[in-house]
């Protein structure tokens, strides 16, 4: 069991826009501003996607972007194009016992 | 800039040791505010990070894998290792390593990964 909540799943045809959740607590999410997301398409290593928060690494489109709102925090993906299909982690800074937790990944499908 | 790329045996018998190093290239595993991680990912499954080292040598590790777990560093190869003892079926994995960056909380970059199979 992942440490933060995602869903397992997400959907959405081209064009449109995809928001998916994240869900910690007050001792990750909450009370820290180093959340991450990270694409992985399948055989391949993560990819940075979004930062604190919501900063995009450069060469990352505007079309992704985050945010967060008490304990939970969401990656938005605007204008979807066939390359989005991928799977999503969420990561947060968890203190410096615990480090950094993960979600357990979403995996967005693209209609 | 600055990759990674790890290396070892694919396949480990069952309570035996599994070894496995990060080489750094395109910059100094000494240099800048960072932490290397090991981070692995069962089939199909999520990521869990295991441990990571800092520059100076000071680790950390998960609490589930804290006492099999052994993270060091060899600053003269720009490498850093990763042992995990008693391994079973369950610690087959894809194993990547990776950078943190303290200024900003991130893992970037990671390496391609490598597939560790447990089995006799």
């Known amino acids: 069991q992942s440490a933060l909540t995602q869903p397992p799943s997400a959907s959405g045809s081209p064009g449109q826009s995809v928001t998916i959740s994240c869900t910690g607590t007050?001792?990750?999410?909450?009370?820290?501003?180093?959340v991450s997301w990270y694409q992985q398409h399948p055989g391949k290593a993560p990819k940075l996607m979004i930062y604190?928060?919501?900063k995009r690494p450069s060469g990352v489109p505007d079309r992704f972007s985050g945010s967060k709102s008490g304990n939970t925090a969401s990656l938005t993906v605007s204008g979807l194009q066939a390359e989005d299909e991928a799977d999503y982690y969420c990561?947060?800074?968890?203190?410096?016992?615990?480090?950094?937790?993960f979600g357990g990944g979403t995996k967005l499908t693209v209609l | 800039q600055v990759q990674l790329q790890e290396s070892g045996p694919g396949l480990v018998k069952p309570s035996q040791t599994l070894s496995l190093t990060c080489t750094v290239s395109?910059?100094?595993?000494?240099?800048?505010?960072?932490?290397w991680n090991w981070i692995r990912q069962p089939a199909g499954k999520g990521l869990e990070w295991i441990g990571r080292?800092?520059?100076?040598?000071?680790?950390n590790y998960h609490p589930s894998l804290k006492s099999r777990v052994t993270i060091s560093v060899d600053r003269t190869k720009d490498q850093f290792s990763l042992k995990l003892s008693s391994v079973t079926a369950a610690d087959t994995a894809m194993y990547f390593c990776?950078?943190?960056?303290?200024?900003?909380?991130?893992?970037?970059?990671w390496g391609q990964g490598t597939l560790v199979t447990v089995s006799s």
């Open positions: 007050s001792s990750d999410v909450g009370g820290y501003n180093y």
């Open positions: 990776a950078r943190w960056s303290t200024g900003v909380g991130t893992f970037d970059p």
């Open positions: 395109g910059g100094s595993i000494s240099s800048g505010s960072y932490y």
């Open positions: 080292i800092s520059t100076s040598g000071s680790t």
């Open positions: 604190e928060v919501n």
């Open positions: 990561s947060s800074y968890a203190g410096s016992n615990n480090f950094v937790v």
